[in-house]
T-cell receptor, first 115, second 117 residues
Framework: DAGVIQSPRHEVTEMGQEVTLRCKPI?????LFWYRQTMMRGLELLIY????????DSGMPEDRFSAKMPNASFSTLKIQPSEPRDSAVYFC?????????????FGPGTRLTVT | AQTVTQSQPEMSVQEAETVTLSCTYD???????LFWYKQPPSRQMILVIR??????QNATENRFSVNFQKAAKSFSLKISDSQLGDAAMYFC??????????????FGEGTQLTVNP
């Protein structure tokens, strides 16, 4: 089975531009998570979905960030407008809620650089 | 809120030797899950091992095992017969088992492991 797929793997953009990160969870998984990793703050949860419904978006830094999950196999994280402080690695993870420990499986991440 | 602490920013081990990475956590909950993730230079987050808090037996996965001390809120990872491919950043993570707490993982700061040939 394919793992979590993220695109693009690298994104370089200029301040003020819109950035869209994409994620395809593992087939059959019903929970999806967006994390951000920076040197200063480590790994932090931005938002997660259960059955395509956003459950907790308290980690979304500000209104410039938005996330959607239109169906069970696709999610986007959008930053508009982007700022240099948004530079980070963004991970998508998925899990099968309802079974045991609900291990989260991570995608390869998108390294975002905002200049 | 739960917190996870990894007090060793860096560790090193000789190839074929054993190393133990430390992790402590703070929670008022009695039911939860603990995980160790590995992040090699490729930055892919790889699940290494998990432990259910209600289980007294320590989890083991091949060369990886944990020492789970619930009363002390300690969850260390032991890597036996270290291999060069074990070199990575290791993260300890906590997840509540309570539905009302959601499914978020709370991560420690990470420990960078170097394996010397």
């Amino acid at each position: 089975d394919a793992g979590v797929i993220q695109s693009p793997r690298h994104e370089v953009t200029e301040m003020g531009q819109e950035v869209t990160l994409r994620c395809k969870p593992i087939s059959g998984h019903n929970s999806l998570f967006w994390y951000r990793q920076t040197m200063m703050r480590g790994l932090e949860l931005l938002i997660y979905f259960n059955n395509n419904v956003p459950i907790d978006d308290s980690g979304m830094p500000e209104d410039r960030f938005s996330a959607k999950m239109p169906n069970a196999s696709f999610s986007t994280l959008k930053i508009q407008p982007s700022e240099p402080r948004d530079s980070a690695v963004y991970f998508c993870a998925s899990s099968l809620r309802g079974q045991g420990a609900y291990e989260q499986y991570f995608g390869p991440g998108t390294r975002l650089t905002v200049t | 809120a739960q917190t996870v602490t990894q007090s060793q920013p860096e560790m090193s081990v000789q190839e074929a030797e054993t190393v133990t990475l430390s992790c402590t956590y703070d929670t008022s909950e009695s039911d939860y899950y603990l995980f160790w993730y590995k992040q090699p230079p490729s930055r892919q987050m790889i699940l290494v091992i998990r432990q259910e808090a209600y289980k007294q037996q320590n989890a083991t996965e091949n060369r990886f095992s944990v020492n789970f001390q619930k009363a002390a809120k300690s969850f260390s990872l032991k890597i036996s017969d270290s291999q060069l491919g074990d070199a990575a950043m290791y993260f300890c993570a906590y997840r509540s088992a309570m539905e009302t707490s959601g499914s978020r993982l709370t991560f420690g700061e990470g420990t960078q492991l170097t394996v010397n040939p």
